[in-house]
């Protein structure tokens, strides 16, 4: 398991191109036949992925866990952006299609990752945060989601946020997660942006063309910086930075929370006046 530790919001402004990339970028995400996993330190989480291919694959706890199996003292959330699969939870199986989300609470010891077909294998995105109880597993369809329409042609943010893990869904101990959809010529997401200073968040970048990208913006306020991400890239968000993104054609992406409170409207609104 690859460990990050992230910058504060001193040395940031110093850092290169390239040293932003490394503290804040995840590249190696959805290699077909692993799992991939990336402890952060900041709010402790863990971001991840399974790609099943030929045979299942097995989620284990990593050393740097000092645990005797993943969920024996956190929980787990699965999206899958890929082919239909399947995820055992014990002796129990849940089908999950494209855009579907399973959450995993504290204390299921066996979980494993199997895709329905070898040639359209299904593509697991994994968040994980420190979890202080237990709470059923279970299955959130994407037309279960709660829908919430934003934005508009005219400002090029037009976008449906789906929210799949949160407090009026389904119930966790500290993990938001779900998907905003891009409408088709919208390319601008959380603009203005906001900070949450109680609770961190990352945002997966998915259904970006080969030869398209999204900069993502990121940083304070006022000393802001860019990052450049592909398709199935991922952006370790601190509670001091802002969070935004453009794009060069539509695209989606998983936001995912933990921190202090789980309230998804608790947010420090910025103006764009504020930007620098």
Avoid at 70 to 83: A, D, P, S, W, Y
Avoid at 114 to 121: E, G, H, L, T, V
Avoid at 122 to 144: C, G, I, M, T, W
Avoid at 179 to 184: D, E, G, H, L, Y
Wanted: glycine letters at 8%; a negative charge; one cysteine or more.
């Amino acid at each position: 398991m690859e460990i990050r530790y992230a910058a504060d919001p001193v040395r940031f402004p110093r850092m290169t191109t390239d040293e932003i990339r490394k503290n804040f970028l995840i590249q190696s995400l959805f290699k077909v036949g692993e799992i991939e996993m990336i402890y952060s330190d900041t709010d402790r989480t863990i971001i991840g992925s399974a790609v099943p291919f030929d045979k299942p694959l097995t989620l284990s706890a990593a050393a740097e866990l000092k645990a005797s199996y993943f969920t024996e003292r956190r929980e787990l959330g699965v999206l899958n952006i890929g082919g239909g699969g399947i995820v055992q939870v014990n002796e129990k199986k849940y089908k999950l299609q494209e855009l579907d989300c399973l959450y995993i609470g504290r204390g299921n010891e066996k979980i494993f990752f199997n895709s329905d077909k070898a040639d359209n294998p299904a593509a697991f995105y994994l968040l994980s945060y420190p979890a202080h109880r237990e709470y059923p597993v279970k299955l959130s369809k994407k037309e279960d989601a709660e829908p919430s329409n934003l934005g508009s042609d005219e400002r090029s943010n037009k976008r449906t946020i789906y929210k799949h893990i949160h407090p009026g869904g389904v119930k966790s101990c500290q993990l938001v997660m779900g998907v905003t959809i891009m409408a088709p010529g919208n390319v601008w997401n959380t603009m203005p942006p906001h900070t949450h200073e109680r609770r961190m968040e990352v945002y997966l970048y998915f259904g970006i063309g080969e030869s398209d990208r999204v900069f993502h913006y990121c940083g304070q306020p006022r000393e802001t910086r860019h990052i450049v991400v592909s398709d199935k890239q991922a952006i370790i968000s601190p509670s001091w930075s802002i969070h935004s993104g453009v794009g060069t054609s539509s695209y989606s992406f998983c936001w995912g929370m933990g921190g202090e409170n789980q309230s998804f409207d608790d947010m420090d609104h910025l103006d764009i006046g504020d930007l620098k």
